[in-house]
């Protein structure tokens, strides 16, 4: 018999040992998806401004440091993984500060102070970090009151791993979109790369509202992308593509 996972104890691990895998996937500068889709939504919904201060939170090996450094905005990266912030820090030291740190229960450091961030985000990081409440609670303790919070993420309707795929209905000619699982919330091992595995940690759509409004963070923006930049064979795979997107992005502001 096969014992039930208990979500609510589960907490997110560090993934120094997929480390060199990942940053050898996605590269220096980050994969195609995050150049073309994620990255210039999370700054879309951020608009960053000189001068102001923001917080990459599971920053990974820091693809996001250069872009935000390039508007005049002073960044600083945590993320759990000393490896990646290795690899950080060898890339894109130029660009900003890192710091190895569980963003669930930030380390006490002089860089991350409360109300010290006028922006702070999630960038293709929050479905890897779990709880999801004690992360947003930390990133509106990080954020001066009006400071924004943005989160770029696998749509959590639509991409819902092992419980979600593509279909193809014969009879009408259409491309459609499965889902075996939705409400449910799962931490969901990954495939095995380097020395081990990393999991990953759907929720339904609602809960990232209720966590976001129950730690002071009023959402006050929502965009969905679609993936449009790969190769569709035929009529019924572009419009699969055009109407089921692949990113959703949360923009919120601190209240008080």
Known sequence: MTKKRNFNRTRSQSWDAVAHWYS???GRDGSHYHRTLAVPLLLELLELKAGERFADLGCGHGILAPPVAELGTRYVGVDLAPRLI???RRHHVRHGRFLVGDVTCLPEHRLLTTGAFD???FLLSIQDINPL?????EAARLLRPGGRLAMVMLHPCFRIPRQSGWGWDEGRGLRFRRLDSYLSRLAVPMQAHGQGTT???HRPLGDYVTALNAAGLAVTGIKEVADLTGEQNGRADKRAAREFPLFLGLKAVKLG
């Open 24 to 26: 050898g996937w996605s």
């Open 133 to 137: 409440e004690e992360a947003l609670e």
């Open 86 to 88: 290795a690899e950080a």
């Open 199 to 201: 999991q990953s940690y």
């Open 119 to 121: 922006t702070a985000a």
